[in-house]
């Protein structure tokens, strides 16, 4: 299977339908009562819901996910029966599987029921109405692509006794998501230095977001967050809160994180932490989400 460890939870919804063709006398049949093994529709609902639970029981590459909702509906036509399945699921990958293979047994539930009956049914079609909640239906669109710079504070990386490779991971992702780096910067620990910095970003270059690493820990040269404190005009405590949550749900060290995000003027400024672990985390946890936050910000529709 594909690793989705890295994913997010949302809100998934997948509408799917299928047709069964068959004899009118068949469908007679059915609303007297008298088909021999019970009411088909009954029993195809419940085996549809079944099989929307199990689906990854039954496709070996299909990831278990916990269904929260299956709505299975019968539509009696002229010589047919139509299956529609919506399935919903608060989780990391789509539920389309889950609908189609719903449909699939309650269409196959129904050919089991009446085969005895009609030799010619026939299963028509099993295809995907629509799907959501995907990664793509939150990505946000600019007409002119962001500007954004990556502040690196480290005393070591500064002096050159270590390596930088966190800043380069952010610079990485931000052009994976389409946003320009117009500077990188690598600087000591020093909260005059971290003020004036991002100051000169925000205030004359006039950048959109200004994405910080390192200085968030406890030890006494940490200071990225009381910098970072004593220029925004507003903070956004939901951007740390999400980062040290999805972080949190995969290393018991995420809480001692102490990165701020907020404002100022038109330029959006967060602190990731220092390590790579750490940045990758958190800029999965940012991205696609992080960029509706400029929308907003310009007051545009959204």
Known sequence: MLDISNKTKTLR?????????????????IHQGKIPKGDPLTVAKVAAIQAAKNTSQILPYCHPLPVDYVGVEFEIGDAKIEVDVTVIAIYKTGVEMEALTAV???????????????????????????????????????????????LVMSDSISSGKGSDESGKMIEARLMKEGVE???????PDDTDMIKS??????????????????????????????????????????????????????TPYSMLSRGKAGIRGNTIMVNLPGSKKGVAESLDALFPGLLHAFKMLWMERH
Not at 213 to 228: C, M
């Open 197 to 250: 910095t991002i100051i000169n970003y925000a205030d004359v270059m006039k950048l959109d977001l200004v994405i910080t690493t390192g200085g968030t820990g406890f030890s006494p040269r940490d200071f990225s967050p009381e910098a970072t404190s004593q220029i925004i005009e507003r903070e956004i405590p939901g951007i740390p809160e999400v980062m040290r949550f999805y972080g949190q749900e995969r």
């Open 13 to 29: 919804t997948a509408v799917a339908k299928g047709t069964l063709k068959l004899k009118n006398e068949t469908i007679e049949l």
């Open 104 to 150: 699939s047994i309650a269409l196959l539930t129904l050919y089991d029921m009446m085969k005895m009956l009609d030799e010619d049914m026939e299963i028509l079609s099993v295809r995907l109405i629509s799907k959501k909640g995907g990664e793509s239906d939150f990505k946000t669109e600019f007409k002119q692509p962001l500007k954004a710079a990556v």
């Open 181 to 187: 780096v117009l500077d990188y910067k690598i600087i």
